[in-house]
Nanobody, 124 residues
Framework: QVQLVESGGGLVQAGDSLRLSCAAS????????MGWFRQAPGNDREFIAA????????NYSDSVKGRFTISRDNAKNTVYLQMNSLRPEDTAVYYC?????????????????WGQGTQVTVSS
């Protein structure tokens, strides 16, 4: 079992950048494919990006492709989400998640463990 804690959220202006971190404890995060999701008020939790356990496989939603970058440092048990050119519509609570499955996936229900989320607010 793994515990996940997100950090790095905050209030920024449109066009700014933020880097979110997801620190894993318990079982090493190198055992998992990792993903980032977000949820805005009144919306379903939305897939953002995912990365394979070795970092070799990456997957992004169309809404963030070219602006966000997912990465991981297994030695530090940490996964990152670099967010550039932020827009007001990126405002949401951002969650990281761990998947014990064999394939990198965007399916929310495939993820086994979740963090508590970190708020990102982008003002216009």
């Amino acid at each position: 079992q793994v515990q996940l804690v997100e950090s790095g959220g905050g209030l920024v202006q449109a066009g700014d950048s933020l880097r979110l971190s997801c620190a894993a404890s318990g079982r090493t995060c190198s055992a998992y494919n990792m993903g980032w999701f977000r949820q805005a008020p009144g919306n379903d939790r939305e897939f953002i990006a995912a990365i394979g356990w070795s970092g070799a496989v990456l997957n992004y939603s169309d809404s963030v492709k070219g602006r966000f970058t997912i990465s991981r440092d297994n030695a530090k048990n940490t996964v990152y989400l670099q967010m550039n050119s932020l827009r007001p519509e990126d405002t949401a609570v951002y969650y990281c998640a761990a998947d014990e499955g064999s394939y990198v996936t965007s399916r929310r229900l495939a993820y086994d463990y979740w963090g508590q989320g970190t708020q990102v607010t982008v003002s216009s």
